[in-house]
Each structure stands twice: as structure tokens, then as C-alpha cells.
């Protein structure tokens, strides 16, 4: 191996780092939908979920700061419980 194939072999590192480097900022610049966004433009998060049988999940999602439970199954996604407040935050130092 002489220095040729090493620079070749950076030289081709470099460029698919570059690329990589290229697609973050285009998924950052145009908000890729589940990749990257705008940073605090989200109104909408799931908080938890919890398989309840081995085709029913329930799902605790957030909305504007308001919680939603939602039962999700085949036949479809039924709310069980909205316009739920959310738990105050814990103190700091504290532990769940």
C-alpha cells in the first residue's frame, strides 16, 4: 500500500462524511418530518405506552400540554380518557 491508495482511501472518507454532513443540515433546513424539526415547534408527543394485551396498546399522549389516553387495537383507536392534566415536574434532586 503506498501513500496513493491512503489519500485515496481519506479522500474518499472525507467526501462521504461531507454527505453525510450535507443531508443533517438539508433534513434540518427543510424539517424532514420524524428525522429533524425546528426546535420547539412540537405540540404533539407520546408519553408513555403500555401493551395491554397482544393486539391492544394504550397510548398516553400529549397535546398543548394536556394529556390524552387512547386505546389502540385492530379494529381501531378508541379515547378513553381526555383533557387530562399533566403531573407537576419533579423537584430537583428527586427521584421517581
Given at each position: 500500500?503506498?501513500?496513493i491508495?491512503?489519500?485515496r482511501?481519506?479522500?474518499?472518507l472525507?467526501?462521504?462524511?461531507?454527505l453525510?454532513?450535507?443531508a443533517?443540515?438539508?433534513?434540518?433546513?427543510?424539517?424532514?418530518?420524524?428525522?429533524?424539526?425546528?426546535?420547539?415547534?412540537?405540540?404533539?408527543?407520546?408519553?408513555?405506552?403500555?401493551?395491554?394485551?397482544?393486539?391492544?396498546?394504550?397510548?398516553?399522549?400529549r397535546?398543548?400540554?394536556?394529556e390524552?389516553?387512547?386505546l389502540?387495537?385492530?379494529?381501531?383507536?378508541?379515547?378513553?380518557?381526555?383533557?387530562i392534566?399533566?403531573?407537576?415536574?419533579?423537584?430537583?434532586g428527586?427521584?421517581?
Amino acid at each position: 500500500m503506498d501513500a496513493i491508495d491512503i489519500a485515496r482511501y481519506f479522500g474518499a472518507l472525507t467526501l462521504v462524511l461531507a454527505l453525510i454532513g450535507l443531508a443533517w443540515l438539508a433534513a434540518r433546513r427543510f424539517g424532514l418530518p420524524g428525522v429533524v424539526g425546528p426546535s420547539g415547534t412540537r405540540r404533539l408527543s407520546m408519553v408513555e405506552t403500555l401493551m395491554v394485551g397482544p393486539k391492544h396498546r394504550l397510548c398516553l399522549l400529549r397535546r398543548d400540554g394536556v394529556e390524552h389516553l387512547v386505546l389502540i387495537g385492530p379494529d381501531g383507536a378508541t379515547t378513553v380518557e381526555s383533557g387530562i392534566a399533566p403531573p407537576p415536574p419533579l423537584p430537583e434532586g428527586s427521584q421517581a
